[in-house]
């Protein structure tokens, strides 16, 4: 099953930005990248490339049989600007 991401703000009024089904964490840190980035004025990365963000955590949520929803966090880390010029490149 393909799980539902969102970006959660750990600080202030635990606001929620949807990053919808992704394949993949990461997949779903660069949708959060292009839609709300600019928004929040922050672009995140699952890869470790440096001090994990203590305000963000990425959630993948899954519904598991009998309506039950699993959440698992995912640590975010501050992009480095470099890293959105390759993948704009691409």
Do not use: W
Request: hydrophobic share 35%.
């Amino acid at each position: 099953m393909i799980p539902h991401y969102i970006v959660r703000h750990l600080a202030g009024h635990f606001e929620e930005l949807s990053c919808f089904q992704q394949l993949e964490d990461e997949s779903a840190a660069l949708y959060f990248n292009i839609v709300h980035g600019a928004k929040v004025r922050r672009r995140f990365t699952t890869q470790d490339l440096g001090e994990q963000c203590s305000d963000y955590v990425l959630i993948a949520r899954e519904t598991c049989p009998g309506g039950f929803i699993k959440e698992r966090e995912i640590a975010l880390f501050d992009a480095p600007q470099s890293l959105h010029r390759r993948r704009a490149e691409r």
